[in-house]
């Protein structure tokens, strides 16, 4: 690393806030995006701190330790991937933003050169260049990586939450809950609730559990074979399995796989499965 270097990132250093100074007198009204130029004063302020940080971090390019971009880097992709996932901004705005910033950033290594012109040479200039370009390279992909886990990361728990509010265990009393499923359940959603079911109901002492499937239009054979071994997996852990509402197209296919549902107390409905609870925790 030269002297000639060392000048162009003090110079750079110093012409942060310049930088970004010119990145927001480039904003134009843009409905619902953070970059718009009528975002409002507090997201304007977040927006000039972060872009700070860019400008910083593509400055830490020029230094011969390496280790310090790539720590500014990863510190960097985290806080503005986490600020665009929270305002919901989309990717390719960002990247957007990001190219406005490649460009200013350079015409003010162009404005260095033009005040030094007689002490930097083509091969700074190319070099200066290569490393820069290249340095804007590695925060879009930063970026996009950091982005794309943190989202994957965030879609992971709300489908978990899915999961658990589609297999809603309700006690109604010290030890009996309800399980009322709706709707289609394909083999995904069968192996979910088979899986959170149990511990669910182990969780909150249930020990006699109604599977209520007046809901549930269609169960295929997989689907069956999955509520089927849950019930033998409750049997197992002491819980009393009793289902309500069983359709005829599913009784008939129960049938036909050999299902066997005979330890299995049935009922028409729930309202006839309760009312039958009811009375035995009144004769008690």
């Given at each position: ?5 060392i ?10 806030d ?8 480039l ?10 130029v ?7 302020n ?10 910083l ?14 720590e500014?880097?990863?510190?960097w992709a ?11 901004t ?31 040479t ?16 590695e925060l879009?992909?930063e ?29 109604i ?7 009322p ?12 609730i ?10 909150i002492g ?5 599977i ?39 009784a ?5 796989l ?8 049935t ?14 925790v009144?004769?008690?």
């Amino acid at each position: 690393m030269g002297d000639i270097d060392i000048e162009l990132y003090g110079y750079l250093i110093d012409h942060l806030d310049a930088i970004s100074d010119e990145w927001f007198g480039l904003r134009i009204k843009e409905e619902g995006s953070i970059y718009s130029v009528d975002a409002g004063e507090r997201m304007e302020n977040t927006l000039r701190e972060q872009n700070r940080l860019t400008n910083l971090t593509v400055a830490c390019s020029l230094l011969e330790d390496k280790k310090q971009f790539e720590e500014s880097k990863d510190k960097w992709a985290r806080i503005v991937a986490e600020s665009r996932i929270q305002s919901n901004t989309p990717i390719h705005e960002v990247l957007g933003a990001l190219s406005k910033v490649r460009d200013i950033y350079w015409s003010f290594v162009k404005k260095f050169t033009s005040i030094r012109n007689e002490e930097v040479t083509k091969d700074d200039l190319h070099r200066w260049g290569k490393i820069i370009h290249l340095a804007f390279d590695e925060l879009y992909v930063e970026f996009s990586e950091m982005y794309f886990k943190l989202m994957t990361n965030r879609l992971s728990a709300q489908l978990d939450l899915i999961d658990e509010l589609s297999s809603p265990v309700i006690k109604i009393n010290s030890e009996t809950g309800v399980l009322p499923l709706i709707g289609d359940i394909d083999t995904y959603r069968a192996k979910k609730i088979a899986e959170i079911v149990p511990k669910k109901c182990v969780d909150i002492g249930i020990a006699r559990l109604y599977i209520d499937l007046s809901g549930v239009t269609i169960i295929d054979t997989m689907v069956a074979h999955q509520l089927y071994d849950m019930t033998r997996i409750l049997d197992l852990l002491g819980i009393q399995t009793r289902i309500t509402g069983i359709r005829p197209e599913i009784a008939q296919t129960a049938i036909q796989l050999g299902l066997n549902f005979s330890k299995i107390d049935t009922y028409s409905s729930l309202q006839q499965a309760l009312g039958e609870e009811f009375l035995i925790v009144a004769e008690q």
